[in-house]
């Protein structure tokens, strides 16, 4: 579990934005540790920030509430390692290689947290899977790029026409079920990490360009 940490030193008046971000902090630290959401302890979270435990509810009414707050900004990070690798590339078939890899290498570098992200959580929380109705819900950024993705590649002609979303779901779907599998049973013969995503952009969104195929 966390080290333990020394007595908090009380912020000034005015500044409780700030505990509410270390309270944040505090709770993605115990769960990157252990990746164990349910067994998640407002005690805990106060002991790692030096704070008493009811001063935690003057920043969130209950432990689910911080939890959703520690997801949304998990997701916020997905979101943007996604977005800073497609924007690194150029050309649709790239981009939205790039993008798929980002996703997969978040999962397989953070897993507890990722774990964490796509688990089940404790009470209602706001939706956090895509919607057509909805745009970009919490934690739907990543998959947002990722339909947008599919779109520039049927634009450009290098992936059949058809719905984006769809193919995005199915991506996403192949995606999870990689970095799943892959963390659950380590000890498998896997194939390189870009070989499979390579080889589910083919099959599933049909690339006519395959960017690694130079490469051995």
């Known amino acids: ?72 900004a998990r997701f916020a990070e997905l ?9 690194q590339d150029t050309g649709p078939a790239e981009q939205l290689r790039a993008g798929c890899l980002a996703y997969c290498r978040f999962a397989t570098e953070h897993p507890n ?5 796509f688990g089940r959580r404790p009470g209602p929380a706001p ?16 998959f947002d790029t990722l ?11 290098v992936a059949p026409d058809g ?9 996403w779907t192949a995606l999870h079920g990689i970095v799943s599998l892959r963390s659950a049973t380590p000890g498998f013969p896997w194939p390189a990490l870009e070989r499979q995503v390579d080889d589910v952009l083919a099959g599933l969104a049909g690339l006519h360009h395959n960017p690694s195929a130079s490469e051995g």
């Open 113 to 117: 947290a990722y774990r964490v992200l």
């Open 163 to 171: 719905d984006p979303f769809r193919v995005a779901t199915n991506l």
């Open 147 to 157: 339909v947008q993705g599919v779109a520039g590649c049927m634009r450009a002609g």
């Open 79 to 87: 979101a943007e390692a996604v977005r800073a690798a497609v924007t």
């Open 1 to 72: 579990m966390s080290v333990k940490r020394s007595a908090r030193v009380r912020n000034p008046q005015g500044q409780g934005s700030r505990l509410r971000a270390e309270l944040i902090d505090a709770a993605d630290r115990i769960l990157a540790e252990t990746g164990d959401l349910h067994g998640l302890s407002l005690r805990a979270v106060a002991r790692e920030v030096g704070i008493a435990t009811p001063s935690i509810y003057l920043h969130f009414p209950d432990k689910a509430a911080l939890v959703r707050a520690v997801l949304e």
């Open 127 to 142: 939706a956090s899977a895509p919607s057509r109705e909805g745009g970009i819900q919490t934690g739907a950024a990543a």
